[in-house]
């Protein structure tokens, strides 16, 4: 900065017919530019919102005789609740009332509360929030019709337009600050628990802090997009680095999170791993790139299309898969129904395959887990089959060739944990299989003959 400030104390400035220096008059194109952003406000301004949340944390509080003994004779002790708020942001999406925002924003809430442009404030409820895409639709009533948000098209996002970002960071109500769209088809950015499977992101410097999440990144022109989600930061504040899910990614996820209140991915009935240098020299290719075919399913959409164990999948649609989370994510990407052209790397040369995937129907979302026909454990029935343990759910059945079959899975066989949590009896059984879905890796305890061991269940494409 000092040296620009030098350069310019350097420059001759010129001077007119009196000697006087000229007034220095801003560009046309910043002037132009300057408006532009002014008619985004105005124009998102209608249908962007302010989304709060409550959650009631109840908690146990333990007697006297509890704290200094570890028991209580009497039982006593007693229960508080704790309230805990966050903020976030959101767009209308329906005249009627239709609210799109990220699941974390409403994620564990008791309460939704949305507020208006107008200081209208309304009750909301959650109609579909899945965080596999980090996507929930929520809808508030009011007696008056809504101004929806206009949504663009995101395939046709350009790296370095203007990206303009607007919410509720911090709690400042429909804060707008500008950037340019950094970065596209950024996947698997972000791991580990309480992370999006589906990763497809828009990068922008435009600031996003927290509150700011759920809101629109919208262009030049008003139109929606993407929906501001997440930042990548060493000091939990806005560097320049935010990511932003693509219009077109939810567009296609909406008519799900109505009609079953979360998404369905397609599935095409095989099974992956990720290749390194050592195992894509084996295979002839130059570079480790491309994902390997563990399994297919047999019957299903991959089996029928040709598709075979050890067959490497180079590119989907024409964009390359370099690992199982970017796969993953392009087949969500596909429409329903939709034939999906793949690359595939086979005795040393390529291939081009098309399979059309399965669309799950609500009932068929609903099937059983990996193959697996399970009955809640209790001492009574640990007592009369012999268990070690009565904890967990029991294996009664596995359907042929589901993955429960491929890895070895038999009835009898005892499941404790899965991803490292208690199965607590069958709704404990039926929330953790919820979240944790057949089209990623998962890990259970399994007892069998009074033996325990971790078994890795594969993820199902």
């Given at each position: 900065m000092r040296a620009l400030l030098v350069l310019f104390c350097l420059a001759a400035a010129p001077l007119c017919a009196d000697g006087a220096a000229p007034a220095t008059e801003p560009s046309p194109a910043l002037i132009r530019a300057a408006d532009d952003f002014s008619q985004v406000a105005e124009h998102a301004d209608a249908w962007v919102v302010n989304i709060s949340t409550t959650q009631y944390i109840r908690q146990r509080i333990g007697s006297f005789w509890e704290d200094f003994y570890g028991y209580d004779p009497f039982g006593g002790g007693g229960t508080r609740t704790l309230k805990r708020q966050s903020l976030g942001s959101g767009f209308i999406l329906t005249a009627d009332g239709e609210i799109l925002t990220n699941a974390h924003v409403v994620d564990g809430a008791d309460e939704v509360m949305v507020r208006l442009k107008d200081g209208t404030e309304a009750k909301a409820q959650v109609l579909g929030q899945d965080n596999n895409v980090d996507l929930a639709l929520i809808k508030i009533h009011t007696d008056k019709a809504l101004a929806p948000a206009t949504l663009g098209d995101s395939d046709?996002?350009?790296?370095?337009?203007?990206?303009?970002?607007?919410?509720?960071?911090?709690?400042?109500?429909?804060?707008?600050?500008?950037?340019?769209?950094?970065?596209?088809?950024?996947?698997?950015?972000?791991?580990?628990?309480?992370?999006?499977?589906?990763?497809?992101?828009?990068?922008?410097?435009?600031?996003?802090?927290?509150?700011?999440?759920?809101?629109?990144?919208?262009?030049?022109?008003?139109?929606?997009?993407?929906?501001?989600?997440?930042?990548?930061?060493?000091?939990?504040?806005?560097?320049?680095?935010?990511?932003?899910?693509?219009?077109?990614?939810?567009?296609?996820?909406?008519?799900?999170?109505?009609?079953?209140?979360?998404?369905?991915?397609?599935?095409?009935?095989?099974?992956?791993?990720?290749?390194?240098?050592?195992?894509?020299?084996?295979?002839?290719?130059?570079?480790?790139?491309?994902?390997?075919?563990?399994?297919?399913?047999?019957?299903?959409?991959?089996?029928?299309?040709?598709?075979?164990?050890?067959?490497?999948?180079?590119?989907?649609?024409?964009?390359?898969?370099?690992?199982?989370?970017?796969?993953?994510?392009?087949?969500?990407?596909?429409?329903?129904?939709?034939?999906?052209?793949?690359?595939?790397?086979?005795?040393?040369?390529?291939?081009?395959?098309?399979?059309?995937?399965?669309?799950?129907?609500?009932?068929?979302?609903?099937?059983?887990?990996?193959?697996?026909?399970?009955?809640?454990?209790?001492?009574?029935e640990a007592s009369q089959r012999g268990l070690a343990v009565s904890q967990g759910v029991i294996v009664t059945a596995v359907a042929s060739n589901s993955t429960g079959d491929r890895i070895g899975m038999q009835p009898g066989d005892v499941l404790v944990e899965l991803d490292q949590k208690r199965i607590i009896g069958m709704d404990g059984w039926t929330s953790l299989t919820h979240q944790a879905t057949e089209d990623q890796d998962a890990v259970v305890l399994l007892m069998r003959n009074r033996q325990s061991a971790y078994v890795v269940i594969p993820a199902e494409q």
């Amino acid at each position: 900065m000092r040296a620009l400030l030098v350069l310019f104390c350097l420059a001759a400035a010129p001077l007119c017919a009196d000697g006087a220096a000229p007034a220095t008059e801003p560009s046309p194109a910043l002037i132009r530019a300057a408006d532009d952003f002014s008619q985004v406000a105005e124009h998102a301004d209608a249908w962007v919102v302010n989304i709060s949340t409550t959650q009631y944390i109840r908690q146990r509080i333990g007697s006297f005789w509890e704290d200094f003994y570890g028991y209580d004779p009497f039982g006593g002790g007693g229960t508080r609740t704790l309230k805990r708020q966050s903020l976030g942001s959101g767009f209308i999406l329906t005249a009627d009332g239709e609210i799109l925002t990220n699941a974390h924003v409403v994620d564990g809430a008791d309460e939704v509360m949305v507020r208006l442009k107008d200081g209208t404030e309304a009750k909301a409820q959650v109609l579909g929030q899945d965080n596999n895409v980090d996507l929930a639709l929520i809808k508030i009533h009011t007696d008056k019709a809504l101004a929806p948000a206009t949504l663009g098209d995101s395939d046709n996002v350009r790296v370095g337009q203007w990206a303009i970002a607007i919410g509720n960071p911090f709690g400042f109500d429909h804060s707008l600050t500008v950037g340019v769209i950094s970065a596209k088809e950024r996947t698997n950015i972000f791991q580990g628990e309480g992370a999006a499977k589906y990763q497809n992101y828009l990068q922008t410097d435009a600031s996003i802090n927290h509150g700011n999440s759920g809101g629109p990144l919208c262009d030049i022109h008003g139109d929606v997009i993407g929906m501001n989600t997440a930042i990548s930061t060493p000091n939990d504040g806005s560097i320049g680095i935010g990511f932003a899910i693509p219009i077109n990614f939810i567009k296609r996820s909406i008519p799900d999170l109505r009609r079953l209140g979360k998404v369905v991915a397609p599935k095409l009935g095989f099974f992956t791993q990720d290749l390194d240098a050592r195992l894509a020299g084996a295979l002839k290719l130059e570079k480790p790139q491309g994902v390997l075919v563990t399994d297919v399913a047999e019957g299903g959409p991959a089996a029928l299309a040709g598709l075979k164990r050890g067959d490497v999948i180079l590119a989907m649609n024409g964009k390359e898969t370099p690992s199982s989370a970017d796969l993953r994510t392009r087949i969500y990407e596909a429409q329903p129904g939709a034939a999906l052209s793949i690359q595939i790397w086979r005795d040393g040369q390529a291939k081009a395959l098309t399979m059309t995937p399965a669309q799950l129907t609500a009932t068929a979302a609903t099937r059983l887990w990996h193959g697996l026909t399970v009955t809640e454990n209790n001492p009574t029935e640990a007592s009369q089959r012999g268990l070690a343990v009565s904890q967990g759910v029991i294996v009664t059945a596995v359907a042929s060739n589901s993955t429960g079959d491929r890895i070895g899975m038999q009835p009898g066989d005892v499941l404790v944990e899965l991803d490292q949590k208690r199965i607590i009896g069958m709704d404990g059984w039926t929330s953790l299989t919820h979240q944790a879905t057949e089209d990623q890796d998962a890990v259970v305890l399994l007892m069998r003959n009074r033996q325990s061991a971790y078994v890795v269940i594969p993820a199902e494409q």
